[in-house]
Every structure is written in C-alpha cells, then in structure tokens.
C-alpha cells in the first residue's frame, strides 16, 4: 500500500539538499521540463544570495503590480483566512504526477529552502494569508516568518500512529500553528481499520489545546463517520474536483478508499490520477453540513486549469481552497481566485465561513 505519509527516504533535512549545488545544476538541465523554465530557473538555484527584498523581475509569470483586487475572508472558529490558501505539495516535492518518475525531485530541486521561503513572502505580498504545513518543513516556515516579519497563519495537517499517537499533533503545537487537523490518508486509514475512537481522541486531544480541529478526507466515508458518531469537528479538508479530464479512470472502476491503496498498472484503474472518486456525491453530501469546508486537490494534481478547477469547487460548495503553487504561479492563481470568487452565484450549499 503506498501511502501519504512522508517517505523516510524523500525527506530534506532543514538547510540540507540530496545533493551538491554543482551536481543538481548538472541533473537538472537534462529534464524535458527545463525547456520551460528556461534560464532563470538556473540562475535562481545557483544564486547563494539570500537576500530579504524579493522583486517581481526573480519570478517567472505576473508581477505584485498585477495583483487585480484583495482576497475575500472567511472564519474557521474565530480565525480569518483567506479563501484561497497556499498548500505545501510542492515544498515537499509530493507532485502526484501519475507516471512521470522525475516529477517529485524537480520539485525538491527547484523548491530550496530560500526558494520556499521566497514564495510564501510572495504568496503574503500577493494577498494570501494562510498556508497549510506539516512539521518537517515547520523550520523553513517559522524562518520566513522571522525574516520576513511575516504573519502569514499555517493549517497543519498532522500524522497519528501507534508509536506516538499525539507526538506530531503536540510538535504542530510547539511550532506555532494556527490550526489543525488531521491529514487526509490518516484518516481514511484509520476508519478503514475502524478505529474510530482513535480519530475521535486526535481532534479531543487539539480541541483541549485550544485549537479548532479539523479532519481530512480523500473518502466520503470519513465525513459520514464523523457526522454519525458526532465527533467534535470544527472543519473539514476534503479533496474536491470534477472528473472531466483525460487521465480520470472510468467511474465504474472506481472503488473506494483505492486514494491511499496500491497504484495499479491498468489506465483504468487508480494510479495517482484521482484524488475525488465521486465528486457529485461529495457536493451532496457536503450541502448539508455546516460547517467550515477546505477543499484540496481541486486541479487533480494539475489535470484540470486553475480557473475551472477554483470555479468548480467554489461554486460546488467549498468555502476555501488549498492551491499548491511554485512562485511563478503565485500572482495568477490569486487574480484567478479573485476572479471566480466575484463570479460565483447561486450556490446551493451557504457559505459556512
């Protein structure tokens, strides 16, 4: 089973890199997607200034000068967020890129730790006031904010096992984030399991921190639980996106809880292709709950365009989205949010935010 959990052997210990700067340089420039990159990627990786006063011309893509208008809020407890949130993927280098092999160390080679924290002082400047986090990157996170003067809040998504049942929850804590809850493919696991008391335990243990908890879900049979055994939840984090993208498997081949199962070889079956199986059942469901609903995974992976996949969720139900974004997307991810967000209408679920 491949999981969501952070592989031990994928992990950049804070200020390392796998590699020597000359090696990197050297790898990189014979991966095809450099072609679109271009030289500044090279320059930017080479470059061992770290200076404080980041200008538009060090990023590819719109300026801050481009910015069209301000980011609408909304309130996770007492909390104010902006409906478009950063996410953390490509920190990571977790691309979910189906078949292509090189995709996760592109990732990790182009987002150093002076690039990361580069692009969520841009992510700041453009307007963005939340990021999601997990503890390994907390260091870079916590240094941008000091440098920076950032304020900048962090969602943490947090990990539960059976060594250390609330050891990751209790480090978030220590690292200063602003909420938490409880990542995605945990929870699917441990209601596979069934050990729903577990999950219950995880969000009691943040709730009597003082801290709205949340819980991920790639299955909607998370959710269900949840609402069922009425655990204390204050928001969700629930994959959403529509299927109407070439790489989508057929519907009938769909099975549940497959997010955090085996890859499979067969193209019409899962393979990291999917990350909502049933979106129309996800919009249902989610109509009726009222309470706050962050939605991820809404361009499956980079299947689907910004402005169809924000438009999608918005209008479907999600009151914020989390965007995974390298710096060169920062500006027209939040003129397209600001875009959609003036534009949706009707929606059938109320905003509970």
């Known amino acids: 089973m491949k999981s969501s959990r952070i592989p031990k052997n994928k992990t950049l210990p804070y200020g390392k890199t796998p590699y020597k700067r000359r090696e990197l340089l050297k790898g990189l420039a014979g991966l095809p997607l450099m072609a679109g990159f271009g030289g500044n990627l090279l320059k930017n990786l080479s470059s061992e200034k770290k200076d404080t006063n980041i200008s538009s011309s060090r990023v590819i893509g719109p300026g801050l000068s481009e910015i069209k208008g301000t980011l609408p809020e909304g309130r996770i407890g007492n909390i104010s967020f902006t409906r478009l949130m950063m996410g953390c993927n490509q920190i990571g280098g977790w ?30 400047q453009a307007g963005i006031g939340a990021t999601f986090m997990v503890n390994l990157y907390y260091p870079w996170f ?39 809850y409880i990542q995605g493919g945990e929870a699917d696991r441990f209601v596979i399991d069934g050990k729903i008391a577990k ?44 299927d109407k993208y070439w790489s989508a498997h057929p519907k009938e081949n769909r099975v549940e809880f497959s997010v955090v199962s085996d890859y499979s070889q067969d193209h019409n079956k899962f393979h990291d292709n999917i990350f909502d199986l049933f979106p129309d059942q996800t919009a249902g469901l989610m109509k009726n709950i009222k309470k706050p609903w962050i939605a991820f995974k809404v361009l499956a992976g980079g299947a689907i365009a910004p402005k169809d996949g924000l438009n999608y969720a918005f209008q479907n139900g999600a009151d914020f989205i989390c965007l995974g974004m390298f710096d060169f997307q920062v500006v027209s991810n939040v003129n397209t949010a600001i875009d959609v967000l003036a534009r949706v209408k009707d929606r059938e679920r109320e905003w509970y935010s």
Do not use: W
């Open 199 to 242: 999950l219950a335990k995880a969000i009691e243990h943040i709730k009597s921190k003082g801290f709205p908890a949340g819980m991920g879900a790639h299955s909607l049979e998370v959710i269900k639980v949840c609402e069922k055994e009425k655990i204390p939840v204050d928001f969700y984090v629930k994959t959403f996106h529509h």
């Open 142 to 180: 916590n240094r941008y904010l000091k440098e920076y003067g950032g304020k900048m809040k962090s969602i943490c998504q947090t990990y539960i096992s059976q060594q250390d049942f609330l050891g990751d929850i209790d480090q978030a804590i220590e690292y200063g984030a602003t909420v938490l």
């Open 95 to 124: 691309a979910h890129a189906r078949d292509l092999i090189y995709a996760d160390t592109l990732f990790k080679a182009y987002n150093t730790e002076q690039k990361v924290i580069e692009t969520l002082h841009l992510g700041e």
